[in-house]
């Protein structure tokens, strides 16, 4: 073994082949030990899941092994790093998960977490509620979660307890209470008005 390995740094044609074949094997392990698309890429359309009438991101890198960022419906909310009120260090995903539903909106989101307070309190649904900015629960120090968010800053994502995006809206409006209503019906099976014509659920799929 060491043997081999001494020959490694040895200057001609036979070592050059060796250090080769040594890139490639160690590449290829990356499949074994660092598949971190098929852990962290998987996205859902299901009727947990409302779509906003946006196509899926397509991959841009290998993605069994590269994850790759989306608040398309259906997959992961993104990590990135955060500030909290006290000044401590927190992650997006801090936000979000430990069995409840969450909502995150930015500075003008302030009617889809009433909203949020009306919903909860009509499904019996716990729904923790974060706006990100200066001031508010969370403040976006490195202007990360801006760009990770693919919202306006009034939109915002409701978030699955798995941590799975089931509803995004660019932007608020007036009719933030219907829309959140309707994304929560739907996302707990609960018969209601059905959703409204800005966005439009795809069945089928894995919940």
Known sequence: MKANMAKLKD??????????KLRKAIAFKSYEFNCHGVEMNQRY????????????PAYTRDKE???????????????????????VKISSLDLTGQ?????????????????ARTVAAETGTDIQCSMIGPGRDAT????AWAEACETGES??????PDQHVAFRAQT???????????????VLGKPGRGPPQSFSAQPGGTV
């Not at 009727?47 to 009438?53: C, I, L, Q, R, Y």
């Open 11 to 20: 200057n001609n044609a036979a070592a050059a082949e060796q250090r080769e």
């Open 140 to 143: 976006d120090v490195f202007g």
């Open 65 to 87: 092994l590269y994850y790759q960022a989306t608040t398309w419906p259906g997959a992961r909310v993104p990590h990135v790093w955060l500030e909290s009120k006290s000044g």
């Open 155 to 160: 939109g915002c994502l409701l978030v699955r």
């Open 99 to 115: 069995g409840k539903f969450a909502l995150l909106t930015g500075i003008g989101g302030e009617a889809w977490v009433e909203a």
């Open 45 to 56: 359309q299901s009727a947990a899941v409302v779509s906003d009438g946006m196509p899926e």
């Open 172 to 186: 608020v409006s007036s009719g933030a209470a219907d829309q959140l209503r309707a994304a929560m019906q739907q």
